[in-house]
């Protein structure tokens, strides 16, 4: 930040003095000669503290130096200042050079605490206490700077001091309870914060204190929140940085000390008074802050930025959290803070390539908008009335450009996508609060135009691009727009298809950044050309990258599946027409657009809960549309590693379900899928998913079993080889009646084509001549056309039908009072 300080010109020009007793720290580093040349002051730091700098500016050096004890306690001893105190105000003007020296040296040292610089070493984690950086007393003695450079109104020492604040603040795995939350909690430490974003009278464009206090904010949130990714890591005998979380230092800590909202209130008015400044600015409007003091416009239009693109991060960091979407919209809703929502959303907009078009030009920090996308997410799906206003302000334009720029990162993909989510779902439910459909038709650009155009109100349009019908019938009910329509005519069907794609180059970048990621040498270093993601020393970057990739195919195949989901107008009206053809149209594009294909990708390597919502669009589309099936086949979803994943009985049981229904559709369509499907080992899994506790998978297990049988007896010796007919045969006394139901269909169907299974199939008999009385008509049907199936080939089991008294019950089915109500 600018400012500076009108002493500190002549501050640098004080002789320095020894201190007066010797420390351990001195043996290491001779104390500052004051004649030396070398020590100028104000300008540089002394040749003490400038050698340290040189040993921590390669790996080599950082690794000896976090054993170095001596010299550690003397960088923070410098940093040990008492608030508020002439003492502290004098010693930080002359020792200005030395501190900001201390605090980019401690800065590295913790934010490589448990990182490995890129051809470095790897660093040694002490487990004996004695580090000063990991046991919280670097943090402890930056807070005391900090507070000392705010009261003195220093700006570029309390903006760097809180720089290193961010990275040494949240407690580590051997932070002792007094040092942890700096000695004070963390409450009191977001209290401190949000009088820093205060600094300069709440002016965030007239130094770089408030962008500085609110990265704090997200440091410590986002601390908070790996913390306990970590303690839910041990909990299954893992370790993510050999880290344990404290009571203290939770997620649910953050929540409970966020709970106040007025952290998130003071970020939102940063936001807002960071918009208001920039504007002024840009337009040359007059500032107070103007002038001899050298904060000059293009300096508060910087301030202004990097406030607003950190008070994202802050509020991303707090949505990460879970359960705060609602706290989120509440504070930037608030009619103080009128610009907040607007610069979030403009800082989302991948269009938006540089703020401003003129001198104050600069680039966007990709991390920005990732940010400020994801705020906006979390504030959206929590709230119908905040997605209402997101709409007006073009945000579903936004969200789709940063889809389908090819650059997009996975973290800036999904927080877009799960925007998008919120965004369709509001526009095609105007029952919700804020308004009806045609308020929210203002903000969506030649979108509203063609939806409008489908407007089955009625009515003719006017050279204003109303409709007759909605002027002379104002309180006429409205249909809102169906989101087959609204994903067919935006644009959204192909932008997902390029985010799905993963050698797309945003992916490919991010993932060429796990590899030659550097631990955070520059505290402000921008990550264009890398990870997306905050380059954080607490932060896993495989585990983040591997999450925002399954995040973005999970929240695309959610958008994708809300046209199925969406219930259709009555039929025969002018509005279920209309809906037809959307979703013709819809499936068009999901056709021509290879969307299948994509997710067939996309899916692969995905585990758990993460297979959900892929699972259930890709099955909606292959027993949909044949063409949907081919793309599923030649897009390689029968590969045997895929189908184990999707097929493994860990899998949640609706992810079983979905899989079962695409293998055993492929199966239904073609005998050609057949030997994709063996060679898939689909043979190898059905047995353990035959005797799944949900019953749902262990009927569509049995139905899949069945249409393997239906074309040919191409499976009859491996399902027989594999003793998969006993644990068949026992489906037919299952307590599900959807499994008994799909029992006797296998089973027919595994006697129709040949006798060479009559030999297994011959216990099935009794429970079979059962089934002809259960309580559900098809059931009987399949239990009758199952036991026809084992004497059309042969008569080998003729004499077991008889002596379990199948003759008589099929009789009687057949001319009892059912079957004569049925004729």
């Not at 040292?109 to 070493?121: F, I, K, Q």
């Not at 059962?770 to 026809?788: H, P, S, Y």
């Amino acid at each position: 930040g600018g400012g500076g300080d009108a002493s500190g010109d002549s501050a640098g020009d004080e002789t320095r003095k020894p201190p007066k007793k010797s420390s351990p720290s001195q043996k290491s580093v001779p104390p500052a000669n004051p004649d030396d040349s070398s020590n100028p002051g104000d300008s540089s730091p002394s040749r003490d503290f400038a050698a340290i700098e040189a040993r921590a500016s390669t790996p080599e050096g950082l690794s000896v130096l976090r054993g170095d004890r001596q010299v550690l306690s003397m960088l923070l001893d410098a940093l040990k200042l008492p608030a508020g105190s002439d003492p502290a105000e004098k010693a930080l003007r002359k020792n200005r050079a030395d501190v900001r020296c201390a605090l980019r040296v401690v800065r590295v040292l913790a934010r490589t605490n448990t990182n490995t610089p890129r051809g470095g070493p790897t660093q040694s984690r002490r487990d004996d206490g004695d580090d000063l950086i990991a046991t919280g007393a670097a943090g402890v003695a930056v807070f005391s700077c900090a507070r000392a450079a705010i009261n003195a109104g220093m700006d570029d020492l309390a903006a760097a001091s809180l720089g290193a604040l961010a990275s040494v603040a949240t407690p580590r795995r051997l932070s002792e309870r007094k040092t942890r939350w700096l000695g004070i909690g963390l409450e009191a430490y977001l209290e401190f914060l949000r009088g820093a974003m205060g600094y300069g009278g709440g002016d965030p464009c007239a130094s770089g204190v408030p962008a500085s206090a609110c990265a704090c904010v997200a440091a410590a949130v986002r601390g908070c929140r790996l913390a306990e990714d970590a303690d839910d890591a041990n909990s299954r005998g893992e370790r993510i940085h050999g880290r344990s979380t404290f009571a203290d230092c939770s997620a649910g800590a953050a929540r409970a000390a966020l709970g106040d909202g007025k952290t998130l209130a003071e970020l939102a008015r940063v936001v807002d008074a960071a918009e208001g400044a920039e504007r002024a600015a840009m337009i040359g409007a007059p500032s107070s802050s103007d002038g001899a003091s050298g904060n000059d416009s293009d300096s508060r239009v910087a301030n202004a930025r990097r406030a607003t693109g950190e008070a994202a991060r802050a509020l991303a960091a707090v949505a990460a959290l879970g359960s705060m979407g609602g706290s989120i919209g509440a504070a930037l809703a608030n009619r103080k803070v009128p610009g907040s929502i607007p610069a979030l959303v403009r800082l989302a907009d991948a269009r938006l390539k540089t703020f401003g078009e003129s001198r104050n030009s600069t680039r966007v920090p990709r991390r920005y908008g990732t940010a400020a996308a994801a705020s906006l997410a979390s504030a959206a799906r929590a709230s119908p009335e905040f997605a209402g206003k997101l709409l007006r302000l073009d945000a579903l334009d936004v969200m789709r450009d940063a889809l389908a720029d090819d650059a997009t990162s996975p973290a800036r993909a999904s927080a877009a996508l799960s925007a998008l989510v919120a965004l369709v779902s509001r526009l095609c439910d105007p029952s919700k609060p804020d308004g009806d459909v045609r308020d929210l038709k203002i903000g969506l650009g030649d979108l509203g135009r063609n939806l409008n155009i489908n407007n089955p109100g009625g009515g003719t349009s006017t050279s204003t691009g109303e409709r007759e019908g909605d002027r002379t019938t104002p309180d006429a009910g409205i249909e809102p727009p169906t989101p087959a329509g609204v994903l067919a005519e935006s644009g959204l069907v192909a932008a997902c298809a390029v985010a799905l794609d993963p050698a797309r180059p945003g992916v490919v970048a991010a993932r060429a950044g796990l590899e030659h990621r550097d631990a955070a040498w520059d505290a402000d270093a921008d990550v264009d050309a890398g990870v997306d993601a905050d380059v954080d020393a607490d932060a896993d970057a495989r585990v983040a990258f591997d999450r925002d990739v399954a995040a973005t195919t999970r929240h695309a195949a959610r958008l994708l599946h809300l046209p199925f989901t969406h219930p259709l107008p009555a039929p025969g009206t002018t509005a279920a027409q209309l809906a037809e053809d959307a979703l013709r149209r819809y499936q068009e594009q999901l056709l021509s657009e290879a969307v299948v294909a994509g997710l067939v990708q996309a899916i692969d390597g995905l585990r758990g809960d993460d297979l959900g919502a892929p699972a259930q669009l890709l099955s909606q589309l292959v027993l949909r549309s044949s063409q949907c099936a081919r793309q599923f086949l030649e897009a390689g979803g029968l590969d045997e590693g895929l189908v184990r994943g999707l097929l493994a009985p860990q899998n949640p049981a609706a992810v079983l379900v979905d899989s079962l229904l695409a293998v055993s559709q492929l199966a239904r369509l073609s005998q050609r899928h057949y030997p994709p499907i063996a060679r898939a080992g689909v043979c190898d899994v059905v047995n353990r998913l035959l005797t799944h506790d949900d019953p749902g998978v262990r009927a569509r297990t049995c139905n899949l079993l069945g249409n393997m049988c239906r074309h040919s007896g191409y499976f009859y010796e491996r399902i027989a080889r594999r003793g998969v007919l006993d644990s068949l045969i026992a489906r037919c006394e299952d307590v599900d009646r959807t499994t008994r139901k799909f029992a006797c269909f296998a089973i027919g169907n595994a006697g129709f084509h040949s006798d060479a299974l009559y030999p297994e199939l011959r216990v099935a008999v009794p429970p079979l001549v059962r089934l002809l009385g259960d309580e559900e008509d098809k059931t009987r049907a399949n239990a009758a056309a199952a036991l026809g199936n084992l004497v059309r080939n042969s008569a080998a089991l003729c004499g077991d039908l008889i002596r379990a008294g199948a003759l008589e019950r099929l009789v009687e089915l057949a001319t009892g009072p059912e079957a004569a109500a049925e004729a």
